[in-house]
């Protein structure tokens, strides 16, 4: 069964005989068990589906709506987009910690207390601030979890670092030209903007960053052990133009592409 919302909506759930339960994000899946937060923006597809139907699923938990509406003509309409971990995948969830759900169950019941508390001027001011809380708590969890997850985030380092290397050492770049942060993500299993993150906590760069990185290294390379012109090598690494090619070299380096061949002269 697959839905797609209209709302937002933060949920903490646990279930127990998860065996033959999974959530279904898009075409990923997990086992959605214990101590895992999600994040739905509007328009999403999500899914559920169970191999056994007559399993009794006991589930506890608690999630927040939010319809689009609600946050009109308010600074979190246009804020509230800009939190990265609503374009992370479902198998990308926050682990929490006891301390760190009870922080935000405290806010989902001040949230709760104001929704049955009598309506006046202060309760929307007072549920969007409780609403902004629980984003900016979910996105101090998430930086710490990419510093927590030490080991499966630096196997994410190294696997995107063989992902380059090939690419880079192949034909790819001359028929397909440099490779995109998606390609990236769709070799590694990740989104883009959960790649992205965890790259940036872990180097200070961006996934397109690294790209670079790279392609910089492979010029470098190219230009002081070969006698290819620097045209050549431009269409090497992927680029059409030499310009594109000449302006990111400097960009990067501080120097020309001839300036940095004549160096080793």
């Known amino acids: 069964m697959s839905w797609v919302y209209d709302f937002y909506a933060i949920a903490v759930k646990r279930i127990s005989n998860s065996q033959n339960f999974k959530l279904k994000y898009g075409q990923q899946s997990y086992d959605f068990d214990e101590g895992m937060m999600s994040f739905v923006a509007p328009n999403q597809v999500i899914g ?3 191999i056994n139907k007559a399993e009794k699923i006991r589930q506890s938990g608690w999630i927040l709506i939010i319809h689009p509406d609600f946050l009109w003509n308010s600074p979190l309409a ?3 987009k800009q939190y990265a971990f609503w374009d992370y995948s479902v198998n990308e969830a926050l682990f929490l910690s006891e301390k760190e759900e009870a922080i935000l169950i405290n806010i989902i019941e001040n949230i709760q207390r104001e929704c049955h508390s009598n ?10 601030a409780q609403i902004e809380s629980l984003l ?5 969890f998430y930086h710490r979890q990419f510093i927590t997850r030490e080991k499966t985030n630096h196997q994410i380092l190294d696997r995107l670092e063989i992902l380059l290397n090939d690419y880079f050492n192949s034909d790819d770049l001359i028929t397909k030209g440099l490779p995109t942060v ?3 993500a769709d070799q590694l299993h990740l989104s883009p903007k959960y790649l992205s993150d965890v790259l940036r906590v872990l180097t200070e760069k961006t996934a397109q960053q690294h790209i670079h990185d790279k392609l ?19 269409y090497e690494l992927g680029f059409k133009h030499l310009q594109s090619f000449s ?5 990067k380096t501080n120097q020309s592409p001839l300036a940095f061949r004549q160096s080793f002269n």
């Open 136 to 140: 900016s708590y979910s996105d101090r």
């Open 182 to 184: 998606q390609y990236l």
């Open 247 to 251: 302006k990111l070299f400097k960009t």
């Open 216 to 234: 910089i290294e492979k010029a470098k390379e190219k230009l002081s052990v070969t006698e290819l012109s620097i045209s050549e090598i431009a």
């Open 78 to 80: 246009k804020t509230i």
């Open 48 to 50: 559920v589906s169970s």
């Open 119 to 128: 309506i006046d001027k202060f309760s929307k001011q007072i549920i969007l």
